[in-house]
């Protein structure tokens, strides 16, 4: 079975910062895209940023420039490096992976629990 647990989510004023990491943990063969997703109330979940195992990054553009995404292949682990925080940055974010457990057949998307990132003004 395979997990992923996220950790590094807290309160922060406005111009802080904050380290997201996320760990797969489990039965895995290959781990192509990685990516973090968020959803603030009442809103839909969106695509924060991702990144290839390549290195090859994808940022929404209410984050350029602001936050990094990054990841250790030997560790499956991806992390999130979020600079200069605003309010509207409040949101619970979701790591996210199409993972292979065996070298045949086709991924399974996995998602992380869920870590609380609520930045203050």
């Known amino acids: 079975q395979v997990q992923l647990v996220e950790s590094g989510g807290g309160l922060v004023q406005a111009g802080g910062s904050l380290r997201l990491s996320c760990a797969a943990s489990g039965t895995i063969f290959s781990i192509n895209v990685m990516g973090w997703y968020r959803q603030a109330p009442g809103k839909q979940r969106e695509l924060v940023a991702a990144i290839n195992s390549n290195g090859m990054t994808n940022y929404a553009d209410s984050v350029k420039g602001r936050f990094t995404i990054s990841r250790d292949n030997a560790k499956n682990t991806v992390y999130l490096q979020m600079n200069s925080l605003k309010p509207e940055d409040t949101a619970v974010y979701y790591c996210?992976?199409?993972?292979?457990?065996?070298?045949?057949?086709?991924?399974?998307?996995?998602w992380g629990q869920g870590t609380q990132v609520t930045v203050s003004s």
């Open positions: 996210n992976a199409p993972i292979r457990t065996r070298g045949w057949g086709s991924s399974t998307d996995y």
